[in-house]
């Protein structure tokens, strides 16, 4: 058979399905081989998810057209025939069970990430166990495999008709005499996989370079200093100055009362400050090389302080963990579940001072306690005062530790950094 008539062909419906599945299949194949498979793919997850369904659901259409409408007949028979009916029904077969194994994957997993369909349909998990996690990633992976064989077996199928036997098979998946468009579409289902595992491979290669030298080293002496200890030969110094202190006070107790006698009347209580509207709070993690911002919507304080003697200051922040967002909505969704904020069960999260005090100029240390997720560590943080009178802008920062509080853990955090910098702003008033 040299061409085949336009009643051979496959309806213009089973030609349009055929074709959609075919570019999402070689997308889903090339995603799932070259996305992270950390939580630095997150959103090529997301991606291959919805992907996935959408073939579960283009095949379901594409086997309902097939049983309402007549298909050309086969035009070989023998072991050749048997091999193109057996490749057509493995891949019914694979397009069905490759996206009911990734959602039983996710439906079991033993962190509970949801499911948003291009970032808007929320799709429901199974009723599956974590038990079932184990057989359906392997089975998952296997049946990968196979729809790549499968998919290199049609291909090389339909050119040895067109180029080698030159019976004009192609033209049935045409919607127009010849098969010069099913040659072009086959062309550029190939560029879409190909495209799509060197795009997402090379994304992920610049996500996961080196960090800038000099920035890394600013973090670093940073975090020096905020976990700094003394040096023995510092604690010996101190220790040396005050026992200089200690004998000049009691060879000297007649200066000592004059000294108390002259000295000015205690200052009235330090001012209560009011954070006002609009200021921030917002943290920053590194993820493999690339940086997860996120902030918390709702947090409140109570600030004593007086600027001149920050001795005597105390100072409490209070932080509605459900408000944290990391700008997506099924991320959102991660950061409050268990493995990490656990909203449900720990809702707040509480930073008292302990000791506050004047670095340099309008530069200030604090130390305090930080009560998060049921633990209680001690937290340091750093900040500035700018302003004068009863109105002042502060802005500081800290580095906290996440592994400290259990925040992040499983899998999904696995290329989390365990120093998470939270940065603040606001202005006050008293």
């Keep these: 058979m040299t061409v085949l008539q336009a009643t051979q062909r496959y309806s213009t419906g089973a030609i349009v399905l055929h074709w959609l599945i075919a570019l999402a299949l070689a997308g889903e194949i090339a995603l799932g081989f070259a996305m992270p498979k950390d939580a630095s793919g997150f959103a090529e997850y997301q991606l291959h998810k919805s992907i996935g369904i959408t ?6 259409l594409r086997l309902g057209w097939r049983v309402i409408h007549s298909r050309p007949a086969p035009i070989e028979g023998g072991l050749t025939g048997f091999l193109a009916r057996a490749v057509h029904f493995g891949f019914y077969v694979l397009l069905i069970a490759m996206p009911l194994t990734g959602w039983a994957l996710v439906s079991s997993d033993e962190i509970d990430v949801p499911t948003l369909l291009y970032g808007t349909v929320p799709l429901p998990h199974l009723p599956l166990g974590e038990e079932w996690n184990g057989l359906a990633n392997e089975t998952h992976e296997w049946l990968a495999w196979g729809a790549l064989a ?11 008709h067109h180029y080698l036997i030159k019976d004009g098979l192609l033209a049935r998946m045409s919607p127009r005499g010849g098969g010069h468009f099913a040659i072009a579409m086959t062309g550029l289902v190939l560029a879409t996989g190909l495209l799509v595992f060197l795009g997402v491979g090379q994304e992920r290669e610049l996500a996961i370079a080196p960090p800038d030298v000099e920035g890394s080293e600013t973090a ?10 003394p040096t023995p030969e510092a604690t010996e110094t101190a220790e040396s100055e005050e026992e200089e202190l200690a004998e000049d006070e009691t060879a000297n107790p007649e200066d000592a009362e004059d ?10 209580p330090p001012p209560s400050w009011t954070i006002r509207p609009g200021g921030s709070l917002r943290f920053t993690v590194d993820n493999a090389g690339s940086a997860l911002n996120g902030s918390f919507a709702n947090w409140s304080g109570d600030i004593v302080m007086d600027p001149d003697e920050p ?12 408000s944290a967002s990391l700008g997506d909505a099924t991320q959102d969704n991660m950061l409050r579940g268990s493995n990490f904020l656990d909203t449900s069960a ?34 340091r943080i750093r900040f500035t005062l700018s302003g004068s009178g009863n109105r002042r802008s502060v802005e500081g920062s800290a580095s906290v530790d996440r592994n400290a509080f259990s925040v992040g853990t499983g899998s999904n955090a696995e290329n989390l950094s365990s120093s998470v910098r939270v940065n603040f702003a606001f202005d006050a008033t008293s």
């Design 55 to 60: 073939i579960l659901v283009l095949t379901l």
């Design 150 to 160: 499968l998919f290199a077996l049609h291909v090389a199928g339909a050119l040895r």
């Design 220 to 229: 670093t002496m940073d975090d020096e200093l905020l976990t700094a200890s």
């Design 259 to 268: 000294a108390l006698a002259t000295a000015p009347e205690p200052s009235g």
């Design 311 to 322: 001795e005597t200051a105390e100072i409490t922040i209070r932080v509605d963990l459900a």
């Design 346 to 379: 720990f809702p707040q999260a509480v930073w008292r001072s302990t000791a506050v005090r004047r670095v340099s100029g309008n530069s200030y240390e604090a130390d305090g306690t930080l009560s998060l997720k049921g633990a209680s560590r001690p937290q």
